[in-house]
């Protein structure tokens, strides 16, 4: 079982840095659980049962990481990574805390760690209408790759299926 955890420890999210909001990305533990449930049904009309995110802690083959300020967990990333392929699960920033890069500084750590694991692809899904999410995956080299019908609640809406492949630049 590779340690995603352990590789993607210590990052930092540079624009944050840089606006005086330094954010250090880390393993989640079970005291940040309560801070990442709370972005959860901020961030989602649909949101993850709490559950589901004490089972991804508890999970080893999941990779589980906050974004830390000062202030708190202003973000996490869940991750998979298994035989070359990967999936981003979940991702979300705290509403006050969006726009200075922390979003960025997940998924790079996520995706850093898939590297490390020799992960050639990593897929994920989005709303449809999601421009800031769709903006941060296309910077980050992700490409749509297809589509699930009706696949969000809360609205109803589509999903974009998206895939980074590794290796390139
Ligand atoms: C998507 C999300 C995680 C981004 O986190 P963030 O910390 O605000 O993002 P960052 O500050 O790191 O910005 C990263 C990139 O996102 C895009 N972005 C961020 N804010 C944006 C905005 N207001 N408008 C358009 N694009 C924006 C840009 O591409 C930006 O890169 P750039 O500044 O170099 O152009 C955050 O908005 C969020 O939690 N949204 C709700 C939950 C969600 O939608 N999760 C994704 C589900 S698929």
Redesign the pocket.
Known sequence: MVDHSRAAEGAV?P?AAATGAPALVRPARAADLEAVVAIERA??ADPWAPRAFSDALADEGLLFLVAEREQGVA?YVIAWFVAGDGEIA????APP??????????LDAALRAGRDCGTRSVF????ES????R??Y??RRFVEVGRRRGYYRLPTEDAIVLKRSEGRG
Do not use: D, P, Q
């Not at 805390?97 to 997940?106: C, D, P, S, V």
């Open positions: 999210a624009r961030s989602f973000g979940n991702i979300a920033v805390a969006r726009g200075h890069g922390i979003g960025a500084a997940l994920l899904e989005c709303r999601n421009a800031v999410a903006a941060l296309a910077s």
